[in-house]
């Protein structure tokens, strides 16, 4: 199954969808439910949390990032926020119930080893690694070990960084990476989105490229597509007035619905790279393209100049390529203007 997960990702034609839940549930269970429930109504195919206790995250005296001091208290500690934020083992067993119910894939980015462990026991298709993960060596070697598919988020890092983490998987005995070009910031100004680092991703490493995409609206996850994106992660919430660090920065249904619409239109348009008639090309084209024509009377013996001829609709006689294999010939027969001639004319 998991390595099924990763050849689902390289073979598809249509970008994999993840509704990024996170800590949006705000710690209740029941909205946790909820997210799952309308994430598959959106049409995403899998919905991610984030699996953590905080005592294991940030000390007690850390201060919050600047976009969660403007969305939360900003008199509260990170630690606080997050104890408020966490779930219980037991919630993650259930939610993923859930989601098997609902036939939608269930993830969770883990934080550290036990959640690595709890996660990989619990049967998830991959483990999705935040940007911050990227520099942890460590913390690398430990997942890759666990030989299942990486989704690994590329926010804040430079291309060695990225080297450096691809390294360190690839010889941990893991060649399963799934690299999602990321911009750290919420929500995402449009001059640091960066889409085509997806080109140069994919240029330089044999591995899916995916965008988790943190900009407001979704040009950029469309943008990504026609760059190759083959995953695409964006936040998702029940309501973006809730009180959280990430409602603000994140689809509500009616919106992440249109997100997917749009994505999956996006696909359409994106179409083959080898260039030929389409169905319905072939179908207009003779109507549409144009033949040799006669603009005057010519009567039978008459050498056909090029003045003597325009072009004009439709294209079921001689093609306007021929023009000047017609130039200089002798008519066997009298033409009228506007008449369309034909080899049988000579």
């Given amino acids: 199954m998991r390595q099924g997960f990763f050849n689902r990702i390289k073979k598809s034609k249509c970008a994999y969808i993840i509704a990024e839940a996170g800590v949006n549930h705000n710690g209740n269970i029941k909205l946790g439910e909820k997210l799952i429930d309308e994430a598959k109504k959106c049409g995403a195919d899998a919905v991610k949390f984030q699996t953590f206790k905080a005592s294991k995250i940030a000390v007690r005296s850390a201060s919050k990032a600047a976009y969660q001091k403007k969305l939360t208290d900003p008199n509260e500690s990170q630690y606080e926020m997050l104890k408020r934020l966490e779930l219980k083992k037991q919630d993650f067993k259930h939610l993923k119930n859930i989601c098997k119910k609902n036939k939608i894939t269930f993830l969770s980015t883990p934080y550290n080893y036990r959640d690595v462990d709890f996660l990989c026991d619990l049967g998830v298709e991959t483990i999705k690694l935040a940007s911050m993960h990227l520099v942890e060596i460590p913390f690398l070697v430990y997942v890759a070990k666990k030989n299942i598919p990486i989704i690994l988020s590329t926010g804040m890092a430079t291309l060695g960084e990225v080297d450096d983490a691809i390294n360190t998987i690839i010889n941990a005995g893991n060649n399963k990476i799934i690299l999602l070009q990321c911009t750290t ?21 044999p591995f899916p490229v995916g965008y988790s995409d ?13 760059y190759g994106a083959q995953l695409l ?16 920065s994140s689809l509500d249904p009616m919106h992440f619905k249109l997100f997917v619409e749009q994505v999956r239109l996006a696909e359409l348009l994106k179409g083959e790279t080898y260039k030929k008639p389409t169905e319905s090309e072939i179908i207009n084209k003779t109507m549409m393209r144009r033949s040799l024509v006669l603009n005057k009377n010519k009567k039978r013996g008459e050498i056909i100049r090029e003045t003597d001829i325009d072009f004009m609709r439709p294209a079921d006689g001689i093609p306007v390529k021929e023009l000047f294999n017609v130039i200089g010939r002798k008519l066997i027969k009298s033409r009228a203007k506007w008449e369309m001639l034909s080899y049988d004319d000579f």
């Fill in 185 to 205: 910031d919420y929500p995402t100004k449009p001059e640091e989105a960066n889409l085509r680092v997806i080109e140069n991703l994919k240029r330089l490493y």
């Fill in 214 to 226: 943190h900009t407001e609206g979704n040009l950029a996850a469309c943008l990504a597509v026609g």
């Fill in 233 to 248: 992660e964006k936040h998702f919430t029940l309501d973006r007035e809730m009180e959280g660090p990430d409602h603000k």
